[in-house]
């Protein structure tokens, strides 16, 4: 019984490495920019709001999406057709993470952006937690888990955040182009 599940854990240690090598480029890219954007950060990234202050604050949900990693259930959430023009900020610290000019129409059942108002305003890391090798999107500021993203996005960068809705809040204002600080392969 032992050896079984020795064997079933070596297995699936060797499948998440070969789904780690088959990460794209662009991805690998993210990954890499977000731990140097990360260790010249000098701090662990832990969010400045206490848990109880927060579940005061934010819905039962938004809590259990931005502390404990859950996502909402897809076409849910209040901005997933949402087409109003302004920025995304976090729920929990209000930085500005996204443009609505990124956001794009994708039927995966949560807004999908194709690129963050600045790279350095995430943190990407590498995330088991589904049995599959993903890269979760987290807000730099109070780590608060946005949701993930995906290399087939369109173009310009080919990228694909999957973001939580209610992770996010609109502030509305009148659009305007922002430069893509995309990092390089």
């Known amino acids: 019984m032992a050896e079984n599940r020795s064997q079933w854990l070596r ?8 789904q780690m090598d088959a990460l794209s480029p662009r991805i690998q890219a993210l990954l890499k920019e977000s731990n140097r954007f990360k260790s010249n950060e000098g701090k662990n990234n832990e969010s400045q709001f206490s848990r109880e ?29 949402e087409k109003s023009p302004g920025i995304y900020k976090c729920v929990v610290c209000s930085s500005k993470l996204f ?7 994708c039927s995966c059942g949560w807004p999908a952006f194709n690129s963050p108002i600045e790279y350095n305003c995430l943190v990407a890391s590498i995330d088991l937690s589904s049995g599959d090798v993903r ?4 807000c730099k500021r109070c780590n608060a888990h946005l949701g993930h993203v995906f290399d087939d996005g369109p173009d310009p960068t080919g990228l694909r955040y999957c ?5 996010l809040v609109l ?8 430069d893509l600080n995309m990092p390089t392969t």
């Open 11 to 18: 297995m699936n240690i060797l499948q998440l490495v070969k």
């Open 53 to 81: 202050s927060l579940k005061a604050r934010l819905s039962d949900l938004e809590f259990r999406v931005t502390q404990n990693k859950e996502t909402e259930k897809a076409f849910s959430g209040k901005y997933v057709n």
């Open 99 to 105: 443009s609505s000019e990124a956001k794009f129409f």
């Open 135 to 138: 890269v979760e999107v987290s």
């Open 163 to 167: 973001i939580n809705s209610c992770a």
């Open 171 to 178: 502030d509305p204002k009148v659009g305007s182009s922002l």
